[in-house]
């Protein structure tokens, strides 16, 4: 990964102590720069990325700092380390001395956590460049888009007392799927997108011990945010954007959500490249197809069916209007979960429609109550019925065009609502 540029560090008179790791890491140039001159330093450095060694520095000094970073394209990661004041959400917290250190390894070329945590900030900073290079017509997209109300989905895991109070702290600012069991968040991990996880509490040290195992061991979710609310850890874990906080939830909020918002740009940049790959066919915010795509598709696989024989099922999830982050979650779990052959969109009802090739009407069926049943949220380790979608299936008959197809699940769509 080229670095595209030098590291600016940001501190008082003296050389902060975190410098010398970005020595150790082979991350260099390295320009220092006092508050003072902070944001004139970043127009005329132009830095692939910022610390700050913010222990020492007001609020409204970050403030200033983080804005003007916000402003800088492609993405510029501006990592706070040891933030001792509030931060504004484009600011990644770094805490030093507070997790052990993973062993020295040739892909960490000897470096720490920091250098850890650097090198996957610049890498979604190389993935905006790519994008931004392949984008036709150029089209702005920057960090401040992405809503983690909106576009990202954070685990909560835990039981006790805190759980619910972290519950909604997380939920004023980003989705929130629940799960009360580590076997419960297994599942959400691999049928959802999860763009960071906050650990609580009711967990021994050995089973806390042995799901960061396995998320550092999954390439997967090695770069999630993880943010673990209190207690001990005595191994050490290759996981970059891992956080050990206090259980107060408005320091975990604080904490994660730069973290999660991210990882939600990263996610939001990878679907776009895929949908850029796909010569615009894709809808870069489900990974379903745009609707134009789909109505071509639809009409062409119901004259294929028509002609070679054989089944095809077409199946709706209408989600509740008065819950709009529904049919976006709905669709992100049945893009990850279709399979190949089959392919769906985002309505502007609200609903998703999704196609199933070569499927009788009851194997739809069947396809259709799986995906449904995966898309119940949990708030409280319980089913949020405001998420789960209303589902009508209709299969192709003989003289079917897609017009009358599409009628004929309306009308089950209605008879089913009344």
Do not use: C
């Not at 996610?267 to 850029?276: D, E, V, W």
């Not at 979650?329 to 196609?355: C, H, N, P, T, Y």
């Amino acid at each position: 990964m080229s670095q595209q540029g030098p590291i600016l560090v940001v501190s008082t008179a003296r050389r902060p102590s975190f410098a010398a790791t970005l020595d150790i890491g082979r991350l260099f140039p390295v320009v220092e720069t006092e508050w003072a001159d902070a944001v004139r330093a970043v127009e005329q450095v132009q830095p692939a990325a910022v610390l700050a060694a913010t222990s020492d520095t007001d609020a409204a000094g970050l403030a200033q700092l983080a804005a003007r970073v916000a402003a800088r394209q492609p993405y510029l990661p501006l990592i706070a380390v040891d933030p001792q004041v509030a931060h504004p959400d484009n600011v990644i917290p770094f805490f030093q001395n507070q997790i052990p250190q993973p062993q020295v390894s040739q892909t960490q070329g000897g470096s720490d956590r920091l250098v850890a945590r650097l090198r996957a900030a610049l890498r979604v900073r190389s993935l905006h460049a790519t994008v931004m290079r392949r984008l036709e017509p150029a089209t702005p997209m920057a960090l401040s888009h992405i809503d983690p109300a909106r576009d990202a989905t954070v685990l909560l895991i835990g039981r006790g007392g805190a759980y619910p109070t972290l519950s909604v702290a997380l939920g004023e600012r980003t989705g929130v799927v629940g799960a009360l069991s580590i076997e419960a968040a297994a599942k959400h991990l691999n049928v959802r997108d999860i763009d960071g996880i906050v650990l609580g509490e009711g967990f021994s040290p050995r089973v806390i011990d042995a799901f960061l195992t396995v998320l550092t061991e999954d390439a997967r979710f090695r770069n999630l945010p993880i943010v673990l609310t209190g207690g001990d850890l005595a191994p050490a874990y290759d996981l970059p954007n891992l956080e050990v906080v206090s259980d107060d939830a408005a320091r975990v909020v604080a904490t994660a959500l730069p973290l999660i918002r991210q990882h939600a740009f990263e996610a939001h940049l990878s679907r776009t490249l895929k949908a850029i790959d796909a010569d615009g066919l894709i809808d870069a915010r489900t990974g379903l197809l745009t609707r134009e795509a789909f109505e071509r598709d639809f009409a062409s696989a119901i004259y294929q069916t028509q002609q070679r024989g054989g089944g095809l099922s077409i199946a709706r999830f209408a989600f509740d209007p008065e819950h709009p982050r529904a049919q976006f979650d709905g669709a992100r779990i049945i893009s990850r979960l279709m399979r190949q052959m089959d392919f769906g969109a985002a309505e502007e009802d609200g609903s998703v429609v999704v196609v199933f090739a070569e499927t009788d009407l009851k194997t739809a069926h069947t396809i259709a109550r799986r995906l449904s049943s995966v898309m119940r949220h949990t708030s409280h380790g319980h089913r949020d019925a405001r998420s789960e979608p209303a589902v009508t299936v209709a299969t192709l008959l003989p003289n079917d065009s897609a017009k009358s197809l599409r009628s004929r699940l309306q009308e089950e769509a209605h008879r089913a609502a009344s």
